[in-house]
């Protein structure tokens, strides 16, 4: 069962000293934080109202991140009843802080906040935007491309696909084309796909579609890009974005949150057909995300009061500060890993500097070193990486997250670490930059 490893787990401080000092300062680090927190409460009368999270390795994979403090106490909220005045209250704030996080001010979209993973956000999408037999067109730039095909075509969507190379994005000319032969229903477009950390461009992209398509919807698959990417829902017109709780906007996974346009909206109450799914239904949840926004007790399947109350807190923190501000440390955070794994001399999937992703970054290997090489090295520094998943590249490349508070916490040195640990993990391999 995974666990947090204590400061005397052999695991991390058992290792060679050489592969082993970040690490074990990392935890050394935690440990003596939570000495000199549990030392100032001696003599208080009161608990403290936040707990230290135990030592624990960095994780710095494209999602789940590591949470703030704040976000992990949420989760030990007290039991609930989930229609009572305490917990809708907190519900229809979190909706409408979501307005908020989308930048759109319009009342007629529509949140929604449904216990699932961000999969599920694809199910909501091809289960009420588009009934069998309509098309679909499906920019893909790696594997949530792919597999946002496969669930459309599951529900019986007719699906044209526009794949970009490896490391790179469908043109617009691509995109145009496929518009004027053929009346598409939706168009989808994962803006940050992880498993090549290939960013899509999105506002050019929506113009072009309502130029040229205009009845065509425009949905956004942005799991990983909410809360680390611009996305001017309002401004540029854009019909439904789907996204999770786990990844930037910092939360536990557990929750599918997506926003829909009055436009989106008005699509499924046209359908000549039933929706597709029950429990992802528009009919069964938009009433009740509206009675909850509007402060009102309502019922159709249980939500996890724990995880709203952790998603609420963690999109408080998120909206203290302008959402400018946020994008642009992604965005340096992001310049700083690039630069440090040229330096290394390295490369990243994504080829071009406007395809590259501000919150992670997918790093190809030196030839002479694997996935099963470096990635216990690194976790043995107190770091954790993820493996690639691209089909066409899966064992060639390892995925760093840069994102949520270990980009932006000034008190955290998680990409530091990680860096550093990168550097000593692949000269223990045999690397060399050349």
Known sequence: MPRHPSPNDPSITNSPSSSSSVGSNRISQVARHLSSSATSLKGQSTPPTMSSQPPHP?????????????????????????????????????????????????????????????????????????EAGESALVLSTGYFGDGFADCLRTYGADVTKIDGPVGGRPSLEEVEAALSKKKYKILTVTHVDTSTGVLSELKNLTATVKRVSPETLVIVDGVCSVACEEIAFDAWGLDGVVTASQKAIGCPAGLSISFFSAKAIEAFNSRKTPPASYFASFKNWAPIMKNYEAKKPSYFATPSPQLIHALNTALSQILTRPLA?????????????????????????????????????????????????????????GVIFAGGIHKAIATKYIRFGHMGVSALDPNRKDIDLALDALRSGLSECGYQKA
Request: aromatic share 6%; net charge negative.
């Open 58 to 130: 960095a994780l710095l994979i494209p999602g789940p991140i590591e949470f703030d403090d704040a976000v992990l106490q949420s989760m030990s909220h007290y039991s609930e009843s989930h229609v009572g005045p305490g917990f809708v209250a907190t519900f229809g704030e979190t909706l409408t802080q979501l307005r908020q996080l989308f930048q759109s001010t319009d009342p007629a979209a529509q949140p929604f906040i449904i216990s699932g993973s961000g999969t599920l956000g694809w199910d909501l999408v091809a289960a009420n935007l588009v």
């Open 325 to 381: 501000e946020r994008f642009q440390k992604h965005a340096e955070v992001s310049d700083r890993v690039k630069k440090a794994v040229k330096d290394l001399g390295l490369e990243v999937v994504a080829t071009k500097p406007e395809d590259q992703a501000h919150a992670m970054t997918a790093i190809y290997l030196p030839e002479n070193v694997t996935i099963p090489d470096i990635l216990p090295k690194l976790s043995t520094k």
